[in-house]
């Protein structure tokens, strides 16, 4: 058995969940925060035998989508906070793929 | 050392946490929902020395119980969304053990 | 590639995360709770090279202080609760290392 940790953005949660249990997959969301731009998004534990690995990840990939969102930023030596929008590309998904000991269902 | 993750159900996270306490493990909580049925669980980070392992599962099997969720499907071919409750079991605990490299307390 | 989940405290959260960045890891902010004295911290999921992975445990040594917390307990054989705090040591970060099989930006 494998533990996939996958962060996703919000807005592709409900497809790759739907993607994910068409594969046979069960998933547990938790909430989460980018630590760079600060955005909610969410974090899924994806517990699945070694067989699904590849179908798991091709899941996310139709899934989830490349974004473009901005982050605004003072300009320097100026004396007001002047936004100058900085796109930053967010996304698909970023996953980790863990080793696990023991899966039990008790 | 090792890292449990143990997905229970909100109504056993007192009695599982108390379990856990009086086998000396610490317990960290992430507030989680399951991806079939959207309901609210809780996610336990449980990081202990593999001679504790057994203990800690013992003590979630005792702690957490199965119980019977119901979900309402529309009938297929009507053009009315007309409840038919389905019977899902849920829980006690789905545990995974993880291997861990490396634990600091810093 | 190895992810390091780490339990800080709330007090932390910023500077921890600032010293993480600048040592040009991302993080993801998973809020939490801990199982003892209730209080809410987080716990940060860092994906990292294997090459970085002392440097992210200084920055958390450096960020993350410990502090005195107190809990009240009601005095045995008396019929009231009378609180007698208890100072409890809490922090500066607990980190598991965990082995990554694979990471994938997807
Ligand atoms: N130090 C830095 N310098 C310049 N640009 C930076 C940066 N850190 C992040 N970014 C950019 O900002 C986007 C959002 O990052 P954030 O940390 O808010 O949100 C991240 C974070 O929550 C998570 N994540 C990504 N890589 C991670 C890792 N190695 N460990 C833990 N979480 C990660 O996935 C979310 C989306 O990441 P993604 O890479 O698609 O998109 C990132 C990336 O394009
Ligand atoms: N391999 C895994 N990886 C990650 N998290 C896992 C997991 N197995 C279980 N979980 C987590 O534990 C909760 C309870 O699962 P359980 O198998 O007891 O109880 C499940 C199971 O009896 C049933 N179920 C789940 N997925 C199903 C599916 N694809 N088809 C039919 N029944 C399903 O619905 C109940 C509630 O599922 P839900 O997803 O809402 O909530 C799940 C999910 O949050
Ligand atoms: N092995 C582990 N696995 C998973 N999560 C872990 C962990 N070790 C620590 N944590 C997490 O880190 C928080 C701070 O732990 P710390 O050991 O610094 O500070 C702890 C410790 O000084 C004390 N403490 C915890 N468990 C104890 C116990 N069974 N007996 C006596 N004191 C305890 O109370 C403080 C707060 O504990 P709390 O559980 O509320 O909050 C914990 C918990 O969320």
Do not use: W
Request: charged share 15%; net charge negative.
């Amino acid at each position: 058995h494998l533990l996939l940790m996958a962060v996703v953005q919000e807005q592709d949660l409900d497809i790759a969940t739907r993607a994910l249990h068409e594969i046979g997959a069960s998933v547990t969301f938790l909430s989460s925060a980018g630590g760079f731009l600060g955005r909610r998004n969410a974090t899924l534990l994806i517990g699945l035998p070694e067989t699904k690995e590849q179908a798991a990840l091709d899941a996310l990939q139709t899934a989830c989508r490349q974004r473009i969102e901005y982050m605004t930023l003072p300009l320097e030596g100026s004396p007001m906070p002047m936004p100058a929008p900085v796109p930053v590309t967010v996304g698909g998904a970023t996953v980790f793929v863990l080793p696990v000991e023991r899966f039990e269902q008790i």
